[in-house]
């Protein structure tokens, strides 16, 4: 079984910034692409950014041009960088891989903003 496992997560104020890691235990390039979801308190889960197994990336329109997804092969890392927090960034951040045809989940990362 692929295991991702997410890390990076915590407390940071309004304002501050963080960068989630995403650990593959097999090679980012066999994914056909990976993605950073969310999970507010109370809400549904949602997709934040993704990245393809050519590099393209696509964002949610609530984080452009404030999260950054991004990979490092040699790593099989990818990373989610996060400025500009608000509290409403808060939530329960997921690793998503979809390789050969199957759905990879990390455990999720807690991620809390507040002053």
């Known amino acids: 079984q692929v295991q991702l496992v997410e890390s990076g997560g915590g407390l940071v104020q309004p304002g501050g910034s963080l960068r989630l890691s995403c650990a593959a235990s097999k090679s980012i390039l066999s994914f056909s692409a990976m993605a950073w979801y969310r999970q507010p308190p109370g809400k549904e889960r949602e997709v934040v950014a993704i990245?393809?197994?050519?590099?393209?990336?696509k964002y949610a329109d609530s984080v452009k041009g404030q999260f950054t997804i991004s990979r490092d092969s040699a790593k099989n890392t990818v990373y989610l960088q996060m400025n500009s927090l608000k509290p409403e960034d808060t939530a329960v951040y997921y690793c998503?891989?979809?390789?050969?045809?199957?759905?990879?989940w990390g455990q999720g990362t807690q991620v809390t903003v507040s002053s």
């Open positions: 990245i393809t197994t050519l590099g393209d990336t």
């Open positions: 998503w891989g979809k390789r050969f045809g199957d759905d990879c």
